[in-house]
Structures are given as structure tokens and as C-alpha cells.
């Protein structure tokens, strides 16, 4: 029978401990972003500009209310 070696041990050289492995991993393999992520990106992003609007129309309608009591 033949004895096994172990595998040798990590270096580490053969994969950068810092931020530079995935910003180097990032730029070879990152895929831009397809047509329907970002429409769907800018409707959510409507979607929120109208719920905010609607929020302050209803703020508004409130003042108006509590100015009319007042007057009453």
C-alpha cells in the first residue's frame, strides 16, 4: 500500500487577503444590470414617489380640515 500525502498548505498567495480579490473578481466577472432589473428598479422607485405624495395630500387635506374648525 502507498501513503498519502496531504495536500500542501494554504500559502496564502494564490488568493489576496485585502479588498483586492473582489474588486479584481468584480471587474472580470460582474454582468451589468439587464433591461428588466432596471425597470423594474425605476418602478419601485415610482412607486414610492407616489405613496409620498399621497402621504403629503392627505397632510394637506388635514390642515385644511383643522384651519375650517378653527374658523367655526
Not at 412607486?47 to 394637506?60: A, F, L
Amino acid at each position: 500500500m502507498t501513503q498519502k500525502t496531504k495536500d500542501r498548505q494554504y500559502d496564502g498567495r494564490s488568493r489576496p487577503t485585502n479588498e483586492l480579490y473582489p474588486n479584481t473578481w468584480n471587474e472580470i466577472f460582474k454582468t451589468e444590470k439587464t433591461t428588466p432589473e432596471l425597470l423594474m428598479e425605476g418602478f419601485k422607485e415610482e412607486q414610492k414617489m407616489y405613496e409620498d405624495e399621497e402621504k403629503n395630500e392627505i397632510n394637506i387635506d388635514y390642515e385644511y380640515l383643522d384651519s375650517l374648525k378653527e374658523k367655526l
